[in-house]
């Protein structure tokens, strides 16, 4: 983000061995079970522009959904040989030895005739995600659960109309049979699934032929953000997992991505072919398209008002922030977009300093011309300006909404909702990651976060466009340095993108809802993910394309029956996703308040909606209207439980809307801190969390030291809060220092003490500069002597710390050197990394990872974020290893050693256990912890012979297959394998 100033399971039995989990399955009919659903079943739409689903195809244990494939025909013939010349003109392919002939082009029924002529029949032909065209070949194969012989599979077999072919010798009780033309290959493989005694069938498809797509342009390689293959010391693998998604959609030039910044060189040689035209307003000095701006063939310039969305030469933001997201590839230069299929609709509005009013109409003009937006700049609170956002999600794009993705910011702080509309419930908030895949150091954070995506700040940063020549960040057409939730935003606005390029029909509500689902839950031993999957450091996760391209499509309102008395819990910065229907539905939820609050819920992406709040014994407090967008806030509402109730204000049925609820100020966690008399402790190394509200809080805080120390005490509020910072001595009255803007930080209003104190009692007041409310801010307490864990300077004397443990640190005195210990009990990749605690102050670390023998196995300075650092590796043998960690001494911004920090270790197992077994709509749900850089091979059986049923590609985090064809056996054992 740019600153304007800077711009469920009964019956189950698990065990397990050598890193393998077996697990039993109770099938039984009526059986009990509990926990959750891992699936819903496919939505009967789909890709291939929101056109029905044809037929789903068993494949490799998942339900593939089949589109119509355009202008494509296929034709299939029992006996083999060449296709014949006649045929076999342009259009036509040869398939399966020439039993099969697929026609691509016009004149179809014309070539069925001659087809026809040459003994072929018509067959169906799909489109597949992921595969292009394909046809089935008429052959199923089966996987028997043990051989039942020749005759034995022939009988099954010819029961269900199909003809045994051959056995495969390398597989036993592995059979391929012919279907007749007749028949209907996926309605029979699942007959034949059901049949107890196999374990798996699927139909034979003739496919197209796709590599795997990977552009040309030479910068790709760079590009860890799209395709992390470990550069510059990275996490392999760790990335938005463009590659695969590029194999079912590169985008389509009819999704328009609308960028809102400070100008762009729309002429670039790898951007100019993805800019967007508006045909239906040529350069004529007319406005033909009558929306009020003449000439906009490119976008508009709402700072100068004309057609020229370039700016001037410094103006290199919005250059920046078209790399990643939608630049042009194959074209042999530069770099690769996300969304390089889709266009770019340049909106210049932050080149200067525009009012609210001009943003309101760049917001507007991008609503009615775009399906996305992204805003990575820092956006005006005005009434005005959060009306313009709420047309956008609930009018744009014809009804369906524009998706409005925004940067959070890189505060490094705890966000609230209000200082700043990047963080408004209207929008898709995004931060940032590092190529550790762990959240940069500067990004922000808290209840307004919805997802992540990668920023740079680990141990190299982004490559992107950047204007050409002399011009903009670099001397050159291209930057290596581009960082910040900036730079996050729009490859999120690139991902949905590519969902609306397979799914038109969708809402922007649930491309939104879609992106969240999909992401990956990434470093949860450390932040824990709450039971609607998100967490205040990263949101839902990190970004993944493919996922977003893949993962089942969201199920609305899955809330209902949701009456009063069963209203669901909404918490703070959750959206629910919901509708009403039919229109005398009600949709109710809960919310607890633990201290007095000002709360806000919101309806999102529709216009018709009537919230009322309750008490906990229903008793109405409030009713809102839409006028005509709905949003209710209640202030000092005091702690207890409440309710809310959406219906519709026409009396027609409302489709997809969001539910948002938050929380805008609170009386925090520390309260009553309000004198020094009730002042609670403060530990160093620690960032308490805080707020002062209601306007005119005070907090106050004590820490004491038993030896003379220098110390240093931080603020950091949220978006220009203004902080003011003292110190007392003992008796609480008497002010040793005071701060209001941090000298350091250019004015940024953040505070900083800090000195030299002898052995005593010490109080801190923190408040705001003018009385006025602050949503969130943290205080920090630093003092400059010996940690908690020494003494620690040797291997002898290591600290044990666990994968997904931060433990703080303090080099001091000058010279001391930390060691840590960890032991891997299974091969895996490692990452260890160091970073301040106080994302303000620069520290310097030095870090050494040995092995249990204290043989240097790698080293590293400045790997994480420029002074501090990290070192990963990958495929480290079962074995103690050792940590060390020193500082660099000589900079000026240190007092006499480095600041405090955390060292945290992270281990990604190559062996991995299933963690969880589910009764899924349409078979048995299968999940478990795992990793991008793996494959998984799942097997089944009776706890004593095997058969491989799937290879799935990982993912970090969470993973999920079903099982969609048990057989219904009455107990069914899976185990996992990584490789």
């Not at 033909?288 to 700016?311: K, S």
């Not at 808290?446 to 903009?472: H, I, K, V």
């Not at 102050?841 to 204290?854: I, N, P």
Request: aromatic content about 10%; some cysteine.
């Amino acid at each position: 983000m740019r600153r304007r100033r800077a711009g469920r399971n009964r019956g189950a039995v698990a065990r397990a061995a050598a890193g393998v989990l077996l697990a039993a399955w109770a099938l039984g009919r009526g059986a009990a079970y509990a926990g959750s659903v891992t699936g819903r079943g496919p939505s009967s739409r789909g890709a291939a522009g929101g056109k029905k689903v044809l037929a789903w195809c068993p494949r490799g244990g998942r339900r593939i959904p089949l589109y119509a494939p355009g202008r494509v025909m296929a034709f299939r013939r029992s006996g083999r040989g060449a296709i014949p010349a006649r045929l076999g003109r342009t259009g036509w392919a040869r398939a399966d030895k020439g039993r099969i002939a697929v026609y691509q082009g016009r004149g179809g029924r014309a070539m069925a005739r001659r087809a026809a002529h040459y003994g072929f029949k018509e067959v169906a032909a799909y489109s597949m995600a992921g595969c292009g065209i394909v046809v089935p070949s008429g052959r199923l194969v089966v996987q028997f659960r043990g051989d039942p012989g020749l005759k034995g599979a022939a009988d099954i077999l010819r029961y269900h109309g199909l003809q045994l072919l051959r056995m495969r010798k390398r597989h036993p009780g592995q059979y391929v049979a012919a279907a007749a033309f007749t028949q209907n290959v996926f309605a029979v493989s699942r007959e034949v699934a059901q049949e107890k005694c196999v374990a798996w069938c699927e139909p034979d498809l003739v496919t197209q032929p796709r590599p795997r797509y990977m552009p040309d342009d030479p910068l790709l390689a760079n590009q860890w953000a799209l395709h992390n293959t470990g550069q510059c010391g990275g996490a392999t693998n760790r990335d938005v997992y463009a590659q695969p998604a590029w194999d079912i959609t590169m985008g389509t030039s009819t999704v328009v991505i609308a960028v809102l910044d400070d100008g762009f060189d729309i002429d670039h040689a790898d951007l100019s072919a993805n800019l967007y035209t508006n045909t239906a307003d040529p350069l004529n000095g007319l406005d033909d398209d009558g929306n009020g701006y003449t000439d906009d063939v490119h976008g508009w310039d709402f700072n100068d008002d004309d057609n020229d969305p370039r700016g001037s030469p410094t103006n290199a933001h919005g250059t920046a922030v078209l790399g990643p997201m939608i630049a042009v590839t194959d074209n042999g230069i530069g770099v690769a977009g996300l969304a390089n299929g889709c266009r770019f609709l340049p909106v210049r509005i932050f080149g200067e300093w525009p009012n609210d009013l001009q943003l309101v109409d760049a917001i507007e003009y991008a609503a009615d011309n775009a399906a996305i937006m992204n805003i990575s700049y820092y956006i005006s609170s005005a009434s005005v300006v959060r009306d313009a956002l709420r047309y956008a999600v609930s009018r744009g794009r014809g009804g369906k909404g524009c998706l409005v993705c925004t940067a959070l910011g890189n505060d490094g702080v705890r966000r609230g909702y209000e200082a700043d509309l990047a963080a408004a419930p209207e929008v898709l908030t995004v931060s940032g990651i590092s190529n550790y895949r762990r959240r940069s150091y500067f990004a922000d954070f808290g209840p307004p976060l919805n997802l992540c995506a990668p920023a740079g700040g680990g141990s190299t940063n982004l490559y992107t466009t950047d204007r050409t020549g002399a011009d903009g960040y670099t001397n050159g057409d291209y930057c290596a340095e581009w960082a910040g939730t900036s730079a996050a935003s729009p490859i999120a606005a690139g991902a949905a993108a590519l969902v609306l390029s397979i799914h038109p029909e969708w809402s922007a509500l649930r491309v939104w809802k879609m992106l969240e689902d999909s992401c990956d839950r990434v470093d949860a031993a450390a932040n824990p993910y709450d039971a609607r999957g998100w967490t205040a450091e990263y949101g839902h996760g990190a970004l993944n394309a493919w996922g977003a391209l893949t993962d089942p499509a969201p199920a609305l309102d899955p809330y209902e029956p949701d009456d009063a008395s069963s209203a669901p819990e909404i918490v703070d910065g959750q959206m629910q996703y919901r509708e009403i229907s039919p229109a005398s539905d009600n949709d109710w939820a809960f919310f607890g308040l633990g201290a007095t609050s000002m709360v806000r819920a919101t309806i999102v992406g529709a216009t018709d909606i009537v919230l009322r709040l309750y008490d906990q014994w229903t008793n109405l407090q409030m009713t809102v209207n839409p006028s005509p967008y709905t949003v209710l806030t209640a202030t000092n509402l005091s702690a207890g439980r409440y309710l809310v109730r959406c219906s519709s204000s026409s009396g027609n049925p409302v489709g997809e809307y969001g539910l948002h609820f938050g929380v805008l100020n609170q009386v925090d966690a520390f309260e009553n801190d309000d004198s020094a008399a009730a002042a609670g402790p403060i530990d160093p190394r620690v960032r308490q969390h805080r707020s002062l509200y209601p306007a005119g809080d005070v907090d106050w805080a004590f820490f004491a030291l038993s030896n003379a120390a220098y110390v240093e005490l931080t603020t950091f509020g949220e978006v220009d809060g203004n902080t003011v910072l003292r110190l007392y001595d003992a008796s609480g009255t008497n002010m040793i220092a005071e701060n209001d803007d941090d000298p350091r930080m250019f004015g940024y209003y953040y505070s900083y003490l800090a000195t030299q104190l002898v052995a005593g009692t010490y109080y801190v007041q923190v408040s705001e500069y003018s009385n006025n409310i602050l949503c969130a801010y943290s205080l920090i307490y630093e003092v400059h002597r010996p940690d908690p864990h020494e003494p620690d300077d040797s291997a002898a004397q290591a600290v044990q710390i666990a994968p997904g443990q931060h433990i703080s640190y303090t080099l001091y005195p000058a010279g001391d050197h930390d060691w840590l210990t960890f032991e891997l009990t299974n091969r895996a990749d490692v990452l260890v990394l160091t970073d301040s605690i106080n994302p303000l102050l620069v520290g310097d670390t030095y870090l050494k990872l040995y092995d249990g023998q204290t043989n240097l196995i790698a080293e590293n300075d400045d790997g994480n974020a420029g002074y501090f650092s990290a070192i990963f590796r990958s495929g480290m043998d079962t074995g103690r290893y050792y940590i060390e960690v020193e500082g660099v001494p000589g900079y000026t911004t240190t007092i006499e050693t480095n600041p405090d920090h955390y060292v945290a270790l992270d281990v990604f197992p190559a062996d991995t256990t299933i963690s969880a077994i589910t009764l899924a709509t349409n078979g048995i749900g299968i999940r478990w912890d795992g990793d991008g850089g793996r494959y998984y091979s799942i097997q089944s059986g009776d706890g004593e012979s095997w058969t491989n049923v799937a290879e799935v590609e990982g993912r970090p985090g969470t993973n999920r297959w079903t099982d969609l064809a048990p057989g219904g056996v009455t107990c069914r054992w899976y185990r996992l394998t990584g490789r």
